[in-house]
């Protein structure tokens, strides 16, 4: 399945985001992503790591949902041999294999205490020890995080160490989720499709009324969510356009009729104001089919 693996949109969240980028990539400070699940963070965090002096070290990546205790301690910072049942050999954690690099740290907020404490003296310290061992060994890694929970309520009800906290949101930023950047979506959309054009030799497209309704959706999955319609999409109609009743299977989020409505009209007479009225020009910009913009724009001038 394709995945998001750029920055695409020019929404002013975005620019804002790229902004925050080129900026957490001049310095080593261990940086903090928020935002809920498929916004993009992991895309982020790579961003971050390739646009930084460390840009030729490894990239290391680890997601400690539903991982048990043992595991995550065991994968974060390496075990010796024997050090528990299954420990057959030495083994270096994956923050080890980040050495010179970056390390990312995705869903934080869902270790336990110990391992928090543990994982603060490693920031501290920049040193860790195996699992078995007595001496510690030094790093030079460079730490992102991120999660899709409220950290800030966390740390009030005692569930995360505040001391943590502190520590790892040196640099915060939180992602915009995809309902609040929906000028972003035809382009997310093309980019996609082009890439799926690549992929199978083919000339994928999508019918502008198909567009209207993805622009219609809230999408609680975000990113991730609308990659899956699509391909879904794709499959089930077995031809080279996306087609509004393609879309029908696919769809679990419901249409926001009120807000993102109107959302929708205010976009498209912004977009209309930048080219000067010129429907063609805006109806390209936005993906949307040119009477669509004139049906908006003959609604507005009623009221």
Same mark, same amino acid.
């Given at each position: 399945?394709?995945? #998001?693996?750029?920055? !695409? ?5 975005? #620019? ?22 498929? *916004? =993009?963070?992991? *895309? ?14 490894? &990239? ?16 974060? &910072?390496?075990?010796?041999? =024997? ?21 990312? %740290? ?9 391992? #928090?404490?543990?994982?603060?003296? @490693? ?14 060994? /030094?790093?030079? @890694?460079? %730490? ?8 800030? /309520?966390? *740390? ?15 640099? &915060? %930023? ?44 809230? %999408?609680? =999955?975000? !990113? ?13 109609? =077995? ?11 696919? !769809? ?38 040119? #009477? ?12």
């Amino acid at each position: 399945m394709s995945r #998001q693996r750029e920055l !695409i949109g020019k929404s002013p969240p975005i #620019q804002k985001l790229r902004r925050f980028i080129k900026k957490a990539a001049k310095s080593d400070a261990t940086v903090l992503l928020l935002g809920e699940t498929g *916004v =993009g963070k992991d *895309v982020v965090a790579r961003l971050i790591h390739c646009s930084s002096h460390r840009k030729t070290g490894p &990239f290391v990546k680890i997601n400690c949902a539903n991982l048990s205790d043992t595991m995550v301690e065991s994968e974060l &910072f390496g075990c010796r041999k =024997g050090a528990y049942t299954g420990a057959a050999i030495d083994k270096p954690g994956l923050i080890e294999d980040a050495d010179g690099g970056t390390f990312f %740290f995705d869903e934080i907020a869902d270790i336990s205490p110990h391992l #928090q404490a543990k994982f603060l003296s @490693v920031l501290e310290d920049k040193e860790l020890r195996r699992l078995g061992e007595n001496k510690s060994r /030094k790093i030079d @890694v460079r %730490f992102i995080l991120a999660t899709n929970k409220d950290i800030e /309520k966390l *740390v009030r009800k005692g569930m995360f160490r505040k001391d943590l906290y502190y520590r790892i949101s040196v640099l &915060f %930023f939180n992602i915009a989720p995809l309902r609040r950047r929906k000028e972003d979506i035809p382009l997310l959309v093309n980019s996609y499709l082009l890439k799926m054009s690549l992929d199978r030799s083919l000339d994928l497209s999508i019918e502008p009324e198909a567009m209207e309704k993805l622009m219609s959706l809230e %999408f609680p =999955g975000n !990113i991730r969510e609308l990659e899956n319609i699509l391909e879904r999409a794709l499959i089930t109609s =077995g031809k080279h356009m996306i087609r509004l009743k393609d879309l029908t299977s696919g !769809i679990r989020s419901r249409p926001d009729r009120g807000k993102n409505s109107r959302y929708n009209r205010k976009l498209i007479i912004k977009t209309l104001e930048k080219y000067k009225g010129n429907k063609t020009r805006t109806a390209k910009a936005l993906g949307i089919s040119r #009477q669509w913009v004139h049906k908006v724009l003959k609604e507005s001038n009623k009221k």
